[in-house]
């Protein structure tokens, strides 16, 4: 919690671009405004000396830049209190402004779109020398030392008699190590069968993981998943103005079953975490603007290719770390949410300012020829900054 805390102050200490316009544009304003009380000053005490005090006064508070400079930050602070409150923590000050640009969304399959509690549906024993009882203690085993969701249903088979050595993680891909004095690797078969025998084993191919030892197969492992209740929502809702792909390390039936079941157009499994770079770095070259959406440790390298990346709640600690936004809730419809917020937070910015000039381009001559007193200057300064931040408040609501 206090990471989080303190990547969220970072997050508010950096000011977006949008921001830093906003500051840049409020110090040209201020010399313009100075340069005219000058002139203003100069002027009137060559035709109305006993009046040039007060119009130039009435000029300098007329045209305070006080709405000009609220514009944006009242808008961006409700905006974040309106997303935090949702339980969608921004870490990164560029999401609100880059989000309105988001056409493609990219997704990890396991953990993101399902569920990521699996359960062992099949086990698939090739040979007689291990019993099911065995392969599943050794898998365990070798899992016991990976984060990735489907080494979670294998703990319930642990045998704590049995000492795992040596033990390698191959992120994305699986587990290898000694077990009982015996090597043994455990992962997906595309990675642990040569590419000559892939024909050969299409079944186990599809399967979600298998163990070998000795370059034989031991046994196949097939999980079932399920998928999250809103993602359909949050699909079809994408679906009607942007395009959805999904980027998973999980074999290529198993993304394509899911693919359809929510209707998302481009599904590739059995990616590695390069591979996911150079899927959204495609997509880029297409000039498209790529939201990631991912929970695993081999997600993290992929968000720092994407325009904006988002990592749930539940998902590992790197993950997190690395990812632009949290969704906290754990809800995919989060997402439609941040884009609705995100939209809707450029409009108010755009009106603000819009305001903000307009008010001072109407003002600014009218104080300037003497035709506004100092404490109609007050009224209509306090009042454009209210307007501003009045309007900046619309997006607390629902």
Not at 61 to 82: D, E, G, Y
Not at 366 to 374: D, H, K, Q, R
Request: aromatic share 6%; with cysteine.
């Amino acid at each position: 919690m206090s990471q989080l805390i303190r990547l969220s102050e970072q997050s508010q200490a950096h000011k977006p671009k949008l921001a830093r316009f906003s500051d840049k544009v409020a110090q040209y304003f201020v010399a313009i405004i100075l340069i005219t009380a000058i002139g203003t000053a100069i002027y009137w005490q060559q035709h109305l000396p006993e009046e040039a005090f007060w119009i130039t006064l009435s000029v300098l508070v007329a045209t305070c830049p006080c709405a000009l400079s609220l514009a944006t930050p009242t808008a961006l602070t409700c905006a974040t209190t309106r997303l935090n409150r949702d339980g969608i923590m921004i870490k990164s000050a560029h999401v609100m402004e880059t989000m309105p640009n988001i056409d493609c969304f990219a997704f990890d399959k396991t953990g993101t779109l399902t569920t990521g509690e699996f359960a062992i549906d099949k086990v698939d024993i090739q040979g007689n020398d291990y019993s099911k009882q065995e392969v599943l203690a050794v898998a365990a085993a070798l899992e016991s030392h990976s984060e990735h969701p489907i080494a979670k249903p294998f703990t319930q088979h642990r045998d704590f008699n049995l000492a795992a050595k040596k033990i390698t993680v191959q992120s994305g891909l699986g587990v290898c190590g000694i077990v009982n004095d015996q090597y043994y690797k455990i992962g997906k078969a595309s990675w642990l069968l040569p590419p000559s025998v892939h024909e050969e084993n299409k079944t186990l191919m599809n399967a979600s993981c298998v163990l070998v030892s000795d370059n034989r197969i031991i046994a196949a492992f097939y999980l079932v998943d399920k998928i999250r209740d809103d993602a359909k929502t949050l699909i079809n809702n994408l679906n009607v103005s942007h395009q959805t792909i999904m980027l998973s390390g999980d074999h290529q039936r198993a993304c394509e079953i899911v693919g359809q079941t929510l209707s998302i157009s481009k599904c590739y499994g059995n990616l590695s975490a390069t591979d996911k770079m150079t899927a959204i770095k495609k997509q880029q070259q297409e000039n498209a603007t790529v939201a990631m959406i991912g929970d695993g440790v081999n997600d993290s390298p992929v968000f720092g290719a994407a325009h904006v990346s988002m990592a749930m709640g539940c998902g590992t600690d790197i993950a997190k770390s690395g990812a632009d936004v949290i969704l906290l809730n754990n809800k995919l419809t989060s997402i439609s949410t941040l884009n609705h917020i995100s939209i809707k937070t450029k409009r108010i910015i755009f009106q603000n300012y819009l305001w903000a000039f307009g008010y001072n381009a109407i003002v600014l001559p009218l104080a300037v020829s003497g035709f506004i007193t100092p404490y109609m200057a007050v009224i209509g300064m306090s009042l454009s900054s209210i307007l501003v931040i009045s309007n900046s408040l619309r997006l607390l609501k629902k």
